[in-house]
């Protein structure tokens, strides 16, 4: 779809609830039998969602807890719609969760089953379940509540005409408004993805990891797009938030200082505080993937164009711009200072991460005076005018997680894996050398997965 006619925005405007601003003690629907089962179950669920040591011993249990829920909902759809006024976007949720449960029930299942050593690893499963099981209790928490979904506002459009057309690196925006987001047109044409076994030699890269950038491919982009120029930032984010009423997650793992070993869930946080100091002006972080293409449909809805998520085909297309080298700048890293916000001797000297007595790999001798994320646009950008496609912000794409590179498309189409685990590319703020690289990628295994150091840029069609 190229762009949405008036007449649809129209009928989505009309189509979206208008229950107004809900407060805390708005009334919640009656609860018949039904539900009050629904709610034991939900109960259920959230308790099953504690690791017991190991994935066969831990999801057959959630599995047959998260079917139940389901089978309840639905009877309580059929039977008391009004009961439940949120269940259509339970039962996505829920549905994710189920696909995610019976991946781990039949792969557990198979003759020598072993857990990749780098994605599902004890700390990562337990904050797989900790995220989930956040979830599960804000949906108890809301079950009978009014959807707070409001009316949807178009926004001030411009009149810059942009189409396939028109000349890359050029800037525009769709909207009159504080924090509109500025878009860069880019070119169609193709590159080389994933790494080298020299340059993954050179940096290091663990063995293990090393089947995630193989094999290299030939991907042509044949459109041309537009792409954020930034990352979407804190300001943006609240906005979309105050207009539509969506209730991102709550929770994250988060780095902090001087953390030892993997990243923790802690529950308090959330994309207004991270747990470090963020100004409307940062990248927005600890958000899901499914608040990111929440975002995206309003900004849709609201301009009349799509914007979506990029696939991962495409992300590596914007994030080389044309270069072939380790980095999208070349292939030393103390030019890092200049092109990306990375974990550099400032982050080091504030944060100190380690993994028992080995304290972790930082960007040497490079100083670029943030221990955290920065404003967006504060580094140099790449040869298609886009900053932060490495380091500052992790960026979510629109595929889900396939281990290798041996079967992804050739033409930057989505590719979907077996369960719906996230994708994220890119470096962030505390990223050591190796992981800057724009061939980097891998997986988190939840789609609920958030921390302090992943969030989202849009693309546009055209």
Known sequence: ??????????????????????????????????????????????????????????????????????????????????????ARAFTRQLTRLEAETGYWVRESSKPGFEPNPFLATDPLMRAALAEWSTEITEIRHDLRRPDPTRRLHLAALTTTPVSATTSPGTLFTDTHERHAMTMVVIPRGAYTAGATAQQQQQWKVPQGRRSFERPQRHVTVAHSIAAGQTEVTVGQFKQFVKETGHKPAQGMRAWQPH?????????????????????????????????????????????????????????????????????????????????????????????????GSTVWDHVPDVHDGHAHTSPAASFNPNAFGLHDMTGNAREFVADTWVNNLKDASTDASVRHGQAPFIVVRGGAWNYRPQNLRTAYRNGYLSSEARTNMFGFRLVRDL
């Open 259 to 355: 953390q030892d070993g993997w990243m923790d869930f802690r529950p308090r946080l959330n994309y207004l505080d991270p747990g470090f100091p963020q100004s409307d002006a940062h990248p927005v972080v600890g958000i899901t993937k499914y608040d990111a293409q929440a975002f995206t449909v309003w900004m849709s809805r609201r301009t009349g164009h799509t914007y979506r998520l990029p696939t991962e085909g495409e992300w590596e297309y914007l994030a080389r711009a044309g270069s072939t080298t380790a980095f999208f700048w070349g292939d030393d890293i103390e030019s890092a200072g200049a092109h990306a916000n990375t974990y550099d001797e400032d982050a080091f000297a504030a944060n100190r991460f380690r993994a």
């Open 1 to 86: 779809m190229r762009a949405l006619r008036p007449t649809v925005i129209a009928a989505l405007s009309l189509a979206l609830i208008t229950p107004g601003t809900i407060s805390a003690s708005a009334e919640e629907a009656p609860a018949g039998r039904p539900v009050r089962e629904l709610e034991a179950s939900l109960s259920r669920l959230e308790k099953s969602l504690t690791w017991r040591g190991s994935i066969a011993a831990t999801y057959p249990s959630v599995d047959t807890a998260v079917r139940r829920v389901l089978k309840s909902l639905r009877r309580v759809a059929r039977e008391q719609p009004s009961a439940v006024p949120q």
